[in-house]
């Protein structure tokens, strides 16, 4: 093998390693690795060298993991192949009790209201907890906010992709709990990270923590959003993580066989102003599903506030219109409070 040769093959090598989660849990074909690598097409890269060569590298690769005896190990069968998982989790006797991850919620710090999930909802360890919402409504202090709630009983890593500079403005406002360590350092760890085989490298060094990614781009195949789910639980020991995901709008959300939904314990949905319980898989006193909430976001940024229960409007259905102009029984806003729809039954 000349050097060149030598280099595609090594880059693709690495690359195949970084992406192979996606694959994972079904045969496939050679053309499927050099999709998730990205090679496509026949046009030469600025340097010269051709896809067709990166597609020959696969070939090798692939070749050589099913004949080899160390991570990542192949097994092939004709022109398929399957990822040989090695790590298992065992269980023991009596684990599930102890293996509880007792989380703290975001709350409305100044005015002691409550999301009432949070008294009933169970996470384990290992756990992956999703948030979806469309737009800028309040992920970004719900991240942080788990951040500041969790970093005194727990190891806490939050992953930032974006505004990273006004992290230290927002943080400024906090000033219900001491998130500072004599040292001067903040309580919980904050990396900035945009790719997301890096985001699966970092649960994996941090495995106790708390993870928070804030955020994954959730516009993509929702095939490839489960495996990342997967990927990022498989990971974990102790800890759990938490995945804010960015979608376009709420319709992207309704569609059936959210993957994302099937592999989170818990997932909820953020939506102006509002935000719901799309599915808790274990709870303790009462089930929580489907359960609705109003908060505002208040000090730039920084924490919630008058957070209630809340129902679709009776009369527009949540839909902010009725008959043609702005629903007068919840003033437009597609919502009642659960103490004002008691009365009127
Ligand atoms: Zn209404």
Redesign the pocket.
């Known amino acids: 093998m000349n050097d060149k040769k030598a280099g595609i093959y090594s880059r693709t090598s690495d690359q195949l390693k970084e992406r192979l989660y996606l694959l994972k849990g079904q045969w496939f074909v050679k053309g499927d690795a050099c999709e998730v690598c990205g090679i496509v097409g026949n046009m030469p890269y600025k340097n010269g060298s051709r896809p067709q060569d990166f597609r020959d590298a696969v070939g090798q690769v692939l070749y050589n993991w099913s004949h080899n005896m160390v991570d990542p190990v192949l097994e092939q069968n004709g022109k398929r192949y399957w990822v040989i998982e090695r790590e298992f989790k065992v269980v023991k006797p009596n684990m599930a009790q102890s293996k509880r991850f007792n989380l703290h919620w975001p709350r409305g710090v100044d005015d002691k209201t409550a999301f009432s999930f949070a008294e009933t909802v169970v996470v384990t360890q290992g756990d992956v907890i999703g948030l979806g919402g469309e737009g800028n409504r309040g992920k970004s202090t719900f991240a942080l906010n788990m951040a500041i709630e969790n970093c005194e009983e727990h190891n806490v890593t939050l992953v930032v992709s974006e505004n990273v500079h006004r992290l230290d403005e927002r943080l400024s406002y906090v000033d219900w709990k001491n998130i500072f360590t004599e040292d001067g350092n903040w309580k919980f760890e904050v990396i900035e990270e945009k790719r997301e085989e890096r985001f699966l490298d970092i649960a994996r060094s941090r495995k106790n923590n708390l993870v928070i990614l804030d955020w994954l781009d959730a516009s993509k195949d929702s095939y490839l959003i489960g495996q990342f789910y997967r990927a990022f639980s498989e990971r974990l020991d102790k800890g759990i993580g938490m995945v804010i995901q960015q979608k376009r709008s709420y319709k992207d959300w309704a569609v059936g066989g959210e993957a994302a939904r099937d592999y989170s314990s818990i997932f909820l949905l953020l939506q102006e102003g509002k935000l719901v319980v799309d599915k808790a898989k274990v709870y303790d006193y009462f089930d929580p599903n489907a359960k609705m909430y109003r908060f505002d976001i208040a000090k730039n940024g920084s924490r919630f506030a008058n957070i209630a229960e809340v129902s679709d ?1 009776p ?2 259905k949540g839909r ?1 219109h ?1 008959q043609g102009t702005k ?1 007068g ?2 003033y ?3 919502y009642i409070s659960l103490a004002e729809s008691d009365i009127e039954l």
Do not use: A, D
Request: with cysteine; charged share 25%; proline share 0%.
């Open positions: 409007c009369q527009c902010k009725y629903c029984r919840c437009g806003k597609g």
